[in-house]
């Protein structure tokens, strides 16, 4: 599976939008983009997915480039319950073993 | 919430000592995994299964092993615990369809300690 990069770490405002990139350079034509995110302690919690259209769900939206190199998840609307690990992962259709890296560290501050 | 119960949810042992941790899951499933997660590691998967008696090894799984018998149960066994297996256990389930459909849900972990 392609490897993934993200920002260790970013902050943003409650009620503002939260744009959380990840950069997937090599990923191939077969390899889905998963985003999870995990709240302190818990067990990792699936956000969305996608291949190649822009996705939305009642929890984000998913933007990915033309190129698929890259991809940004949106929180349309961040509250501080979204303070979390947010994890980028590209997956392969013939694969179903997540790979879990070191994500991006989501702060919402008041 | 997916139907997945994590027993124990803490766990304090001794080094040498077998420990078996277990994954109930309620949704008939077919693919369950079990993964660690170690600060700056991130989560490294340990085990996984594809159906019933039908097992495979993941990036970390020396020092474990793992069984299933029946669709709801995954049993993840350390033979003798050793302090470097001192983490937080989660386990996951998915019902993997095809390739666009990779949902997975997780248990509520289970720390376990070993001294």
Request: overall charge neutral.
């Amino acid at each position: 599976d392609a490897k993934t990069t993200q920002p260790p770490s970013m902050d943003c405002a409650e009620g503002r939008a939260a744009n959380l990139p990840c950069n997937h350079s090599t990923i191939s034509g077969n390899e889905y983009v998963y985003w999870y995110r995990q709240i302190h302690s818990q067990g990792p919690q699936y956000i969305i997915h996608g291949l190649k259209n822009n996705e939305t769900n009642e929890m984000a939206s998913l933007i990915i480039t033309e190129d698929r190199k890259s991809s940004t998840l949106i929180l349309p609307h961040a509250t501080l319950r979204d303070t979390a690990v947010y994890y980028c992962i590209a997956l392969s259709s013939n694969d179903y073993k997540l790979s879990f890296g070191a994500g991006t560290t989501v702060t919402v501050r008041a | 919430d997916a139907g997945i119960t994590q027993s124990p949810r803490h766990k304090v042992t001794e080094t040498g000592t077998p420990v078996t941790l277990r994954c109930h899951q309620t949704e008939n499933h077919r693919y369950m995994y079990w993964y660690r997660q170690d600060p700056g590691h991130g989560l490294r998967l340990i085990h996984y299964s594809y159906g019933v008696k039908d097992t495979d090894k993941g990036e970390v799984s020396d020092g474990y092993s793992v069984s299933r018998s029946k669709t709801e149960d995954f049993l993840l066994t350390l033979e003798s615990a050793t302090s470097s297996q001192t983490s937080v256990y989660f386990c996951a389930i998915s019902d993997r369809v095809n390739a666009t459909n990779e949902k997975l849900f997780f248990g509520s972990g289970t720390q376990l300690s070993v001294l």
